[in-house]
């Protein structure tokens, strides 16, 4: 299966057409500040983005944890951002019953909160070995499973790693497999009872033109759940790439395909959109990793579901010396007084990161301009972190994560465990 590392890490190659666009400016090194740096055995590696919950960050770890003798695991921690103080919440895989992981391994996707419970995802584990939505009580400490997928032959679903949504106390999320064509879900769960419905099952339509591979979060805009396929649609059936934005109506239960890419010449409207979409004032946001008008390095694009309209906002890689530093592969959009905010990888080339050790970006969509406020590896030996992830915004001051870098006396993490990271702007 594709992963999430590998998307960002893809060296940007193929050459595309050139359109006029406005120039990146200059990158301008914002003041970073690395405030927890995992490597202590028991804390986890490669953590994946955080959530704010009364001022502490709740995120999980990818991999590592107490007691992990295997591949994967993974943890749930605690940070305190006043202090950079951090606490494992609870190491996956311990609830093991002849090497099989039925409390979850690797988490994947971030959490949510509802009713003092964090709720997330594991891409694999659980009863059948094909992931888990997992619940987490932050007052018991408590881990349960909620739902393990593959319980229906796989036609519920499975290797979840997209993230959930919540809406009206019922969780929402996307498989890329499983399902009645093998070809990825749109799922529900009821928290309460734990009862897992599938709503849509990709790949129903002829060549695959409802898209293939969901991925990154689904966004709710009143009631409709907007959300990306990082492959087929209609302008290449079959193929590995391309993808499309999709619309999934809670109250009429229909799945309507809005948007094909590659429907432009070298797919300069942008392939494979690989993150969730942002919603500003009616206009939805979102970033694919390849494509765009230069050396296939991504796009940040806009789509008006009011008249089915994709417009390329913004195409990396303008600045290419030997890597993008402009950014590229470019994931993570969130939306902050009007303006959009990003991580990719690109910016610096060190000997531990060939193709750049990634980026903080800004984009504006009003103007199409877009600037680096930060590339990582910027201090001794990547200590400020590399391939950042999950970026939020807490008044005006990015919070993230990096999935490597920070220490490298660490035998399990050769180029770093990862780190949580400030940016001021």
Not at 272 to 281: C, F, I, T, Y
Not at 297 to 303: D, E, P, Q, S, Y
Not at 357 to 378: K, Q
Not at 401 to 412: A, I, L, V
């Amino acid at each position: 299966m594709a992963s999430k590392l590998s998307l960002l890490c893809a060296a940007a190659t193929a050459v595309g057409m050139l359109l006029p666009q406005v120039a990146s400016t200059a990158a301008a090194k914002g003041p970073e500040t690395v405030l927890y740096r995992f490597g202590s055995k028991p804390d986890g590696r490669a953590p994946s983005g955080m959530i704010d919950v009364n001022g502490r960050f709740y995120g999980t770890t990818s991999f590592g944890g107490s007691g992990c003798k295997g591949f994967g695991c993974g943890t749930a921690f605690e940070v305190d951002p006043a202090t950079g103080a951090e606490r494992v919440l609870y190491s996956f895989c311990e609830k093991s019953q002849k090497k099989i992981c039925t409390d979850g391994n690797v988490p994947e996707g971030g959490l949510v909160v509802w009713k003092g419970k964090l709720y997330g995802e594991t891409e694999l584990g659980g009863a059948y070995q094909a992931g888990t939505v997992f619940s987490f009580d932050l007052k018991t400490g408590r881990e349960k499973i909620v739902h393990s997928f593959c319980a229906q032959g796989c036609a519920d679903g499975s290797y979840p790693d997209g993230g959930l949504t919540l809406a009206g106390g019922i969780l929402y999320g996307t498989t890329p497999f499983g399902g009645a064509y093998d070809k990825g879900t749109i799922f529900s769960v009821d928290p309460a009872t734990g009862e897992e419905t599938v709503l849509y099952s990709f790949c129903g339509q002829q060549g695959c033109a409802d898209g293939d591979l969901p991925s990154g979060g689904l966004l709710n805009v009143n009631g409709t759940l907007y959300g990306a396929t990082g492959r087929a649609g209609a302008n290449c059936p079959n193929s590995m790439e391309c993808g499309t934005l999709y619309s999934f109506d809670l109250n009429t239960a229909v799945e309507t395909t809005l948007y094909s890419f590659c429907s432009q010449p070298n797919c300069t409207d942008g392939n494979e959109p690989a993150s969730g979409l942002v919603n500003l004032g009616g206009i939805l946001y979102g970033a694919t990793v390849t494509g765009g008008a230069f050396h296939n390095a991504g796009t940040v694009f806009a789509f008006d579901p009011s008249s089915g309209t994709e417009t390329v906002i913004y195409s990396f890689c303008q600045n290419f010396k030997a890597v993008c530093k402009d950014g590229s592969s470019p994931a993570n959009l969130i939306g902050v007084n009007g303006k959009l905010y990003g991580t990719g990888s690109g910016g610096k080339a060190v000997v531990v990161c060939q193709d750049g050790c990634g980026t903080v970006f800004e984009v504006n969509p009003a103007t199409g301009a877009e600037r680096v406020l930060y590339e990582f590896c910027s201090e001794r030996v990547c200590a400020d972190g590399t391939v950042p992830d999950g970026l939020f915004n807490v008044n005006g001051t990015f919070y993230g994560t990096t999935s490597e870098g920070g220490h490298y006396d660490d035998h399990r993490c050769d180029f770093g465990c990862g780190t949580v990271f400030r940016l001021t702007r």
